[in-house]
């Protein structure tokens, strides 16, 4: 059996029957791909900041990165072409399309969703008034239906 089908049967074990009446297979596996993400995204980040930059400034002589930031930069590929290929092959199912001009998509609509957060955070902190932490929550939900819609109608459209 292989990686996709295994993930892919995982996530269907929690697709029960309320489920099934409120939201579609696509997007119940698009939301399990985006938890998986960012679960690995967290351990992955802890492991980083705590044991390879280990909490320390990082000096690569022409700037010194702290070590949260540090983390971050080591984190984010790896998140990325986890988050990539989840989606490409448990959450759309695209497998017959090279995966080169859909990486590349991708890209673009990660760049697309970081100026998103931007705007978002922006908009709903400075200009609405609103405390940090549901702007961020807002902010995640514009995300990830922006993320979604420009995933099945862009990025990994067959």
């Not at 409120?22 to 980083?48: E, H, K, M, N």
């Not at 900041?49 to 971050?72: Q, R, T």
């Not at 008034?129 to 995640?140: C, E, M, N, Y």
């Amino acid at each position: 059996m292989s990686l996709t089908s295994l993930i892919t049967k995982a996530i269907e074990l929690f697709y029960i029957k309320p489920l099934r009446r409120v939201i579609s297979q696509q997007v119940f596996r698009y939301l399990a791909c985006g938890a998986i993400t960012a679960l690995l995204d967290a351990i992955w980040y802890y492991i980083i900041y705590h044991y390879i930059v280990c909490e320390e400034f990082l000096d690569l002589g022409f700037v010194v990165m702290s070590p949260h930031i540090a983390a971050l930069c080591v984190v984010f590929p790896i998140t990325f072409f986890t988050g990539f290929w989840l989606n490409r092959n448990v959450a759309f199912r695209v497998t017959d399309i090279s995966s080169l001009p859909q990486l590349a998509k991708y890209a673009l609509t990660v760049v697309g969703s970081i100026l998103l957060n931007y705007a978002c955070m922006k908009f709903f902190v400075e200009a609405c008034g609103l405390w940090a932490t549901p702007s961020k929550i807002l902010t995640t939900a514009v995300c990830a239906i922006y993320s979604f819609l420009v995933g099945r109608y862009f990025t990994f459209r067959r």
